[in-house]
Nanobody, 125 residues
Framework: QVQLVESGGGLVQAGGSLRLSCAAS?????????MGWFRQAPGKEREFVAA????????LYADSVKGRFTISRTNAKNTGYLQMNSLKPEDTAVYYC?????????????????WGQGTQVTVSS
């Protein structure tokens, strides 16, 4: 079993930046998992934000965050990151990290096996 814990959320003004972290623990073969970030705003469905493969050689982004967000990971530390720049009020949501076994760059929630509890990001205008 793998446990994922997000941190780094908070309140920021539009145009600001935040860096989210996702720490993996438990029976961890983190380096062999693809990692993704999703978000869910009130009244909306959970949506894909970004993904990175286990070898860190490939990334995938939702169009809404492309050029503003950067996903990365440090396998030696079992930790993933989401650097968010030029934040907009519409980025306000609970952000979740997730891990997927045996997948390259999954962008669908059902492709992921493990989920964190989420961290709130609020962007004020």
């Amino acid at each position: 079993q793998v446990q994922l814990v997000e941190s780094g959320g908070g309140l920021v003004q539009a145009g600001g930046s935040l860096r989210l972290s996702c720490a993996a623990s438990g029976r961890t073969f983190f380096s062999s998992y693809a990692m993704g970030w999703f978000r869910q705003a009130p009244g909306k469905e959970r949506e894909f934000v970004a993904a990175i493969n286990w070898g860190r050689s490939s990334t995938l982004y939702a169009d809404s965050v492309k050029g503003r967000f950067t996903i990365s990971r440090t396998n030696a530390k079992n930790t993933g990151y989401l650097q968010m720049n030029s934040l907009k009020p519409e980025d306000t949501a609970v952000y979740y990290c997730a891990g997927a076994r045996g997948a390259l760059l999954p962008d669908k929630a059902y492709e992921y096996d493990y989920w964190g509890q989420g961290t709130q990001v609020t962007v004020s205008s």
